[in-house]
């Protein structure tokens, strides 16, 4: 068991390692030598320099606002369904992702965004998403393991050590939950980061240019994440985004020089 708990230990600080620039408050595992295992990691972890920008990985990190995020409909659809093969009417959809619509307009529909950044390279959005099904997959194996060693009835460890390692690899579990968490979040997150930069833009772009641009860059994100996500997590991500558009647009139109409705921009953004 001891031998097991070390393992899973190691691969966890090499997880670090490689998306520390992302994630770097989330793990803190002990520093140890692993340079050439974790190289591909590394590279990855180059791309993004000044996490502290990126408002999905920010806001993802955040305790306090994960817990607040996980409070919402949306998320607790994802955790109640199997998959996200069901299909739900217009209002329910609108319903369901109210609350967070309304959260993110709040905080995001200000002169501050042009401090924030997003990604636009949509490799790191892709290994974002493998690293989050990893997580997920590994902690159920995991879990799974742990409980197969909990002892039942007359059986007994035979040393407190194995008792600890127990305990450490269900603390693991919990840790690489966690982590997987993030990773989705902070992938719901930047969708509907690239939705406020596109429609922010309103001002100095053309209205039929902005609508293209934006359903381009939904476009491309949903083709990385699509090999990489389950369906129910896709749903997570890119459901409630008309909402949020409407909710933008609305917001737009007292500053807005070009005036348009919502139903309007919709049709363009469907259109292109």
């Not at 994630?23 to 030598?33: C, T």
């Amino acid at each position: 068991m001891h031998l097991i708990y070390y393992i899973v230990y190691y691969y966890k600080d090499l997880v670090h390692k490689g998306f520390k620039n992302l994630f770097i408050e989330e793990l803190k595992p002990k520093d140890v030598e692993k340079e050439n295992v974790s190289g591909n990691f590394e590279e990855f972890g180059k791309k993004v320099v000044e996490e502290k920008h990126i408002l999905s990985v920010s806001w993802a990190k955040d305790q306090d606002i994960r817990r607040l995020l996980k409070s919402f409909s949306n998320w607790k659809l994802l955790e109640m369904t199997e998959s996200g093969e069901a299909i739900d009417s217009p209002e329910d959809i609108r319903m369901r992702n109210k609350h967070e619509s309304e959260l993110l307009i709040r905080n995001l529909h200000s002169g501050e965004h042009s401090t924030w950044e997003i990604i636009e390279d949509t490799t790191i959005l892709f290994n974002i998403a493998v690293l989050q099904e990893s997580l997920q997959w590994f902690s159920s194996r995991l879990l799974s393991l742990a409980k197969d060693f909990k002892p039942s009835g007359d059986i007994k460890f035979s040393t407190k050590f194995s008792s600890d390692a127990l305990s450490g690899l269900n603390k693991l579990v919990k840790e690489y939950e966690d982590f997987s968490d993030v990773c989705l979040l902070a992938l719901h997150l930047e969708v509907r980061a690239h939705c406020f930069r596109h429609l922010m833009e309103f001002e100095t772009v053309d209205i039929d240019i902005c609508a293209k641009n934006l359903a381009d860059d939904l476009n491309r994100i949903e083709e990385a994440l699509v090999s990489a996500l389950t369906p129910k997590e896709l749903k997570y991500i890119f459901e409630g985004l008309g909402e949020l558009v409407a909710s933008i647009l609305i917001h737009n139109i007292s500053n807005c020089s070009q005036v348009i409705t919502r139903a309007s921009f919709g049709k363009r953004v469907h259109r292109a």
